[in-house]
């Protein structure tokens, strides 16, 4: 758990995202966005035989189109009566599989909807081995991760309660706040020394916003009204894309 949220939260950092805030959905380019193969998903990760799979072509950068494609792998479970549109789901993290947590979430996502909606969620960028860009390696091994983090609260991790009341447990962290600040730093550059390195300027939270208008806008249509989910991190997923003003609708869970 460690591992993966220092990856995501560094490639989250790091990204430049490769696309411009306030800019109108309508001017983003790449990626195919009409074609969906649904079929059987990947059981490692989704069991309910109710949801079907497929990958969706997105471009790397938005606005460059010769930075080339990727794909998103996402997953859908159907409406259950008269289909009144689609709702996105992001089930957190950052870096929680969206595919792995529809066993779950989509059952109570259909009951909460009426069952008028299809429930869509997909692995973003940095997540997984079927999306790519996918997770980003930094670590050869094990002991290379303990290694690199000994001696540090990444890896030891901290005893505190509730809201940090206890000013023991809130002095212990902040010492070590440089530390880590310096880690974090170290570890940025060691991710992009990696051969998937390349990939980590194309991840971020501005590209998963254009990703899931892109989704939207196959799924139900250009220009077509956003309804969202997001638990956690999926809800500052869901106020990034508010304030990015890319699309005027949405429908937010948390």
Known sequence: MHLLTAITLTAALSANAAVHKNEDSRNLKGGNHTSFKWGACDPTLVQDSNISCSFFEIPLDYHNAKAGTGRLAVAKVNAMSERLGTVFFNPGGPGASGLAAMNEASTLLLALTGGNYDIVSWDTRGVGTLTIPGDIVCFDNVTDYNTFWNGTIELNGIEYTGNFTDPADTKALLAQATVMGRKYMELEKRCQQHPTGKYMKYIGMAATVC??????????GPGSPMNYAGISYGT???AWFVN????????LFS
């Open 211 to 220: 990703d899931m208008i892109a989704l939207a806008d196959a799924l139900n």
């Open 244 to 251: 990015s003003g890319l699309r005027d609708y949405l429908v």
């Open 236 to 238: 500052l997923l869901g």
